[in-house]
């Protein structure tokens, strides 16, 4: 399974990105997926997921700003991201649970100030 995120860029403060993740098979219905997010010296932390029945969950620290969903039928999860701030600054990866997890190559998301 390949995971491919695009959507990544520089914007400002307040502003919004619509990030996705393209799987490269259908597996949307099969595997649970979401993103994570890495700030430079930072560990790696937990954005949002989708279970395969559509339910989401978010850190806390995106709630009521981020937005996961899916599109079964483009093999795609999406990531609505509004009213960013410098502190979502971080390369973005999705990743899919099967047997075991795949993660994309992450896309640089950049929220200037």
């Known amino acids: 399974v390949r995971l491919v995120e695009s959507g990544g860029g520089l914007v400002q403060f307040g502003g919004s990105l619509r990030l996705s993740c393209l799987a490269s098979e259908r597996i949307l219905n099969l595997a649970h997926m979401g993103w994570y997010r890495q700030a430079p010296g930072k560990q790696r932390e937990f954005v949002a997921e989708v279970t395969t029945d559509g339910r989401t969950n978010y850190a806390d620290s995106v709630k009521g700003r981020f937005t996961i969903s899916k599109v079964n039928a483009e093999d795609t999860i999406y990531l609505e991201m509004n009213s960013l701030k410098p502190e979502d600054t971080a390369v973005y990866s999705c990743?899919?649970?099967?047997?075991?997890?795949?993660w994309g190559q992450g896309t640089q998301v950049i929220v200037s100030s």
């Open positions: 990743y899919a649970d099967l047997i075991s997890r795949y």
